[in-house]
């Protein structure tokens, strides 16, 4: 590392340090910036809420001025007086409408990985600015919270009960992994060809990649899985703090906290609500409590299991994630140079 190098890396730690004073302005400048788009989005007629073909109504668009305002006076008022208890109570209820609004961003992300536009860019660019909200009230919320140190841990695993969580996490998608395989290889399974699927996938304007690697076996959602179940060791494992053997290069190097985090706090945030959710409907189609859209499959039975399929998956994966976040997120907090490093 040069001298130019390490000076830059020092004041950039300097200033990181220093977050608790500046955070609450950062905020207010999203605050504005959100009130701002969502009166364009409202004034303009732009939906920002997507229902399959229908846009659904424009009138979210004054639901996200007002968001951006009450955290605009919120955030405000504690760049101003700081902290007070009725201000933070404020800031984590704003947090939380950001946090509902942004939920599915995830979906978003994955259709833009496989290379398919998202349903709506206005919808999925209020998701993204409320993400970025949330994480900012939720920072302003804590910034009367001593700066953590310097100091980085030494690498470490999860206590064992902890580890029991990539364990269900992985268990759970093995059915939901199996069930996309057997489609992508030609095969049947609740009544679906692995042909039907693919002009289903086809009709509803996939992506070249998708229908490629549908074309060679492969399914695009359960290599995401596998992805997903990396993640989730990483965050229970020391390889997950530093970077092992088999990544050559970068050998030896510390992992920068920020790279498991931010997938994994995003893939909690959506998965474990979706998956719930989803599971607690299909539990009352089950019951006939209500009634199951067959949709691409030939009967209400079919889409019944194979949504039990991908909602147990989605569930048990997004609690067991957010679990292994919560562990990474504390074992790899900075400390106090003269600390003892405990779990």
């Not at 500046?22 to 605050?31: H, K």
């Not at 639901?63 to 760049?79: F, N």
């Not at 709506?120 to 919320?141: D, I, W």
């Amino acid at each position: 590392m040069t001298s130019v190098e390490r000076t830059m890396k020092a004041l950039w730690s300097a200033w990181w340090q220093r977050w608790p004073r500046w955070v609450a302005w950062a905020t207010m400048l999203w605050a504005v910036l959100y009130a701002g788009f969502g009166l364009a989005c409202a004034l303009s007629g732009t939906s920002l809420l997507y229902h399959g073909g229908d846009s659904g109504t424009s009138g979210l668009g004054w639901a996200v001025v007002a968001v951006g305002a009450l955290g605009t006076l919120v955030s405000g008022a504690v760049a101003l007086y700081g902290l007070l208890p009725p201000l933070r109570v404020l800031l984590w209820v704003v947090c939380g409408l950001a946090g509902i609004t942004a939920f599915s961003l995830l979906m978003d992300v994955i259709t833009l990985m496989l290379g398919q536009g998202v349903d709506s860019r206005a919808s999925a660019a209020n998701k993204a600015l409320a993400a970025v909200g949330a994480v900012l009230l939720a920072a302003t919320a804590r910034s009367d919270r001593l700066p953590a140190g310097t100091a980085v841990r030494a690498p470490s695993v999860a206590p064992q009960p902890l580890q029991l969580a990539p364990w269900a996490g992985t268990l759970a998608f093995v059915p939901y992994a199996a069930m996309k395989l057997v489609w992508a290889s030609g095969g049947t399974f609740a009544g679906i060809t692995g042909e039907e699927l693919l002009a289903v996938s086809k009709r509803n304007g996939a992506s070249g990649i998708f229908l490629t690697l549908e074309s060679w076996g492969l399914d695009p959602t359960a290599l995401l899985a596998v992805l997903g179940v990396f993640l989730l060791w990483g965050l229970v494992r020391p390889w997950g703090q530093v970077f092992p053997g088999w990544t050559l290069f970068l050998r030896g190097r510390r992992v920068p906290r920020w790279l498991p985090l931010a997938p994994a706090l995003l893939g909690a945030a959506t998965l474990a609500p979706y998956g719930i959710v989803g599971v607690g409907y299909l539990a009352l189609a089950t019951a006939g409590v209500v009634t199951m859209r067959r949709g691409d499959f030939h009967s209400s039975g079919d889409a019944l299991l194979v949504g039990w399929i991908g909602m147990i998956a989605f569930a048990v994966y997004g609690i067991a994630l957010t679990i292994a976040a919560r562990s990474y997120w504390l074992r790899t907090r900075p400390v106090a140079a003269m600390s003892v490093n405990t779990e």
